[in-house]
């Protein structure tokens, strides 16, 4: 099973600022990677496939990079409604599995 | 406008069994690839079981073989998780989740429906 690791476990910054996430995999996963946000009470939102192609609707705040095992999702300006938790998931190997998440909060 | 409304949830006794289901609309189901996800209250998200668009293909969570059986009917548009022999730790918000078309990942989510195993 491949293991996903995020980081830093809570993110806080302040509406405007950037913020950086970052996703680890525990072997290589080519671009086989999502990203998802996910709001108190909600289901998750489709952010990012492919490691960095954006989901239909998705804002071009959000970008994605990286490839192998280093992953990064940028939210250039954070705005209001970007405050929630964001989870990354491997699609290259069954079973499919998500890092534990990073909350971004309110600095 | 794409829906997927899951129900079945509810509370059971550990080591009984509860059959979820998912109703698809407003695509072609029977074209798309279909997941459950679940999270465990106050918890991360675990993939679970995904299943290919006839049937013939399914892949589980290792904590799921040999207990948790995907399945769906394409004529009636719904997914299904058959969950037998269910533990406490199975205890989480069951999500049913379309598997993105021409990418990965997954696009579409249901609201969830909540399994609550305890005695």
């Known amino acids: 099973e491949i293991v996903m690791t995020q980081s830093p476990d809570t993110l806080s910054v302040s509406p405007g600022e950037r913020a950086t996430l970052s996703c680890r995999a525990s072997?290589?996963?080519?671009?086989?990677l999502a990203w998802y946000q996910q709001k108190p009470g909600q289901a998750p939102r489709f952010l990012i496939y492919?490691?960095?192609t954006r989901a239909t609707g998705i804002p071009a705040r959000f970008s994605g990079s990286g490839s192998g095992t280093e992953f990064t999702l940028t939210i250039s300006s954070l705005q209001s409604e970007d405050f929630a938790v964001y989870y990354c998931?491997?699609?290259?190997?069954?079973?499919?599995?998500f890092g534990q998440g990073t909350k971004v909060e309110i600095k | 406008e794409v829906q997927l409304v899951e129900s079945g949830g509810g509370l059971v006794q550990p080591g009984g069994s509860l059959r979820l289901s998912c109703a698809a609309s407003?695509?072609?189901?029977?074209?798309?690839?279909m997941s459950w996800v679940r999270q465990a209250p106050g918890k991360g998200l675990e993939w679970v079981a995904t299943?290919?668009?006839?049937?013939?293909?399914?892949y589980y969570v290792d904590s799921a073989k040999g207990r948790f059986t995907i399945s769906r009917d394409n004529a009636k548009n719904s997914l299904y998780l058959q969950m037998n022999s269910l533990r406490v730790e199975d205890t989480a918000v069951y999500y049913c989740?379309?598997?993105?078309?021409?990418?990965?990942?997954?696009?579409?989510w249901g609201q969830g429906t909540l399994v609550t195993v305890s005695s």
């Open positions: 072997q290589s996963i080519s671009i086989n």
């Open positions: 998931q491997q699609y290259n190997n069954w079973p499919w599995t």
């Open positions: 407003g695509f072609t189901f029977s074209r798309s690839w």
């Open positions: 492919g490691a960095s």
């Open positions: 299943i290919k668009q006839d049937g013939s293909e399914t």
């Open positions: 989740a379309r598997r993105a078309a021409g990418a990965d990942g997954a696009d579409y």
